[in-house]
């Protein structure tokens, strides 16, 4: 839990930092919410059941077809553009591997309302903003971009219908995982000719803009979006992050422009985070086409890159007091200490039961107490307590007043 909270700490911080604000949802939704038909693996990884009331129903997933659902439930009620994020727990049913879950925490910002390339260029700062702030280079990670528009092109041209289009972005997604064979295989088995295999597999192995735009023809929209992504991010100043990487189309069906995925420079573990953008998701779920994009990050991914760097800070617990009544009487002067220190901000951890002086100061290292307050007869009748300083072994006598002051004493 400490190591939870304090990347939950960092995700909401890099939040903050971009003037984004916090939401949530439930975490079960109308199985609908994710069942769309383009064979996606989320849709066969779903807890889902009948609830009580004849309901087909789900552990979410994912979280963003119910920021979807949450901006067409306010409606008119809302002011655009929207920069919201949330942190929550999803389910998927999965073969679990290093870095992936079951049950697992995932990050998504999301800028909603904005159709430019500005807004993926936002998006993608919080996430360089997020990796320095772990103390992760571009060294180390990252980050492959590219546009749904390019696989689109390239399937016009090789006369390649519409509606195979989300199901062809599933199997491509799969190019890193999958032997090249398999893959040709798989796209045959969706009709698609030889001819136009191998002309997708051709386009998906382009790193360069200026291939990219020998093949497509530069008044492609696809590249100028990435044109235009790559100036900014120069603008912002992360530029040597960015990658362009044709392959990348992200497996999910509602992206519609540009598309973005984390990776580890290793190559060791499987994608950091990913995203893009959505414009006609909304429109999936009967409201208006809205431009959207956005990203999800999740926990387990990341922890195993901070690990194999050695960058997870020293989280220990840790107090500024440990409190003991040395005599059962006592017990309320000392609660009395604890409750004052308390209000003060301090972190305090009184001893509740009649415990050995032995046991104290093992339950102060456990703690990492920085002093321990011995509440005495003889000293309590003198209006003071002993004060030891846990490191130096330095002790003092105190009023409590002083005490909770701060003021006119020095233990070490």
Request: proline share 3%.
């Amino acid at each position: 839990m400490r190591l939870r909270n304090w990347l939950f700490h960092n995700f909401r911080e890099v939040s903050r930092l971009f003037a984004f604000e916090e939401i949530d949802f439930p975490v079960l939704e109308s199985e609908a919410l994710f069942v769309r038909k383009a064979g996606e693996e989320i849709t066969q990884q779903l807890y889902n059941f009948e609830d009580k009331g004849g309901r087909r129903v789900a552990l979410r997933p994912e979280l963003t077809p119910s920021l979807a659902r949450l901006v067409l439930q306010k409606g008119k009620a809302l002011s655009f553009p929207l920069k919201w994020f949330t942190i929550g727990q999803c389910w998927r049913y999965e073969r679990m591997t290093r870095g992936r879950r079951r049950e697992h925490y995932q990050w998504n910002m999301d800028i909603i309302g904005v159709p430019g390339i500005e807004a993926e260029a936002e998006l993608l700062s919080a996430l360089v903003t997020f990796f320095k702030n772990m103390g992760i280079t571009s060294n180390d990670v990252g980050i492959k971009i590219s546009n749904r528009k390019v696989l689109q092109a390239v399937l016009s041209r090789h006369n390649v219908p519409d509606d195979s289009f989300a199901a062809v972005c599933v199997i491509v997604d799969k190019i890193e995982k999958l032997p090249q064979d398999e893959i040709k295989k798989e796209l045959s088995m969706l009709g698609v000719t030889i001819e136009a295999v191998n002309g997708i597999l051709d386009a998906l192995s382009i790193r360069s803009l200026d291939e990219l735009e020998d093949l497509i023809g530069p008044e492609s929209g696809a590249v100028a979006d990435l044109k235009q992504l790559l100036n900014l991010a120069n603008a912002y100043g992360y530029d040597d992050w960015v990658h362009f990487d044709a392959s990348i189309v992200r497996g999910l069906a509602y992206y519609t422009g540009t598309v973005f995925e984390g990776f580890d420079k290793e190559g060791r573990l499987r994608a950091i985070c990913g995203g893009g953008r959505y414009d006609r998701l909304l429109a999936t779920f009967g409201g208006p086409e809205t431009p959207a994009c956005g990203f999800g990050f999740g926990d387990a991914v990341i922890l195993e890159l901070l690990k194999e760097k050695g960058i997870i800070p020293s989280l220990r617990l840790e107090a500024d007091y440990i409190v003991i009544a040395l005599e059962d009487h006592l017990r309320q002067p000392a609660s009395t200490i604890a409750a004052r220190l308390r209000s003060t901000g301090h972190v305090v951890d009184l001893v509740l039961e009649n415990k050995r002086l032995k046991w104290a100061f093992r339950q102060a290292e456990r703690l990492n107490a920085k002093r321990m307050i011995l509440v005495g007869s003889s000293e309590w009748e003198k209006g003071t307590v002993r004060v030891k300083d846990l490191s130096s072994g330095d002790e003092c006598d105190v009023t409590l007043d002083d005490l909770v002051t701060q003021q006119n004493y020095k233990v070490s």
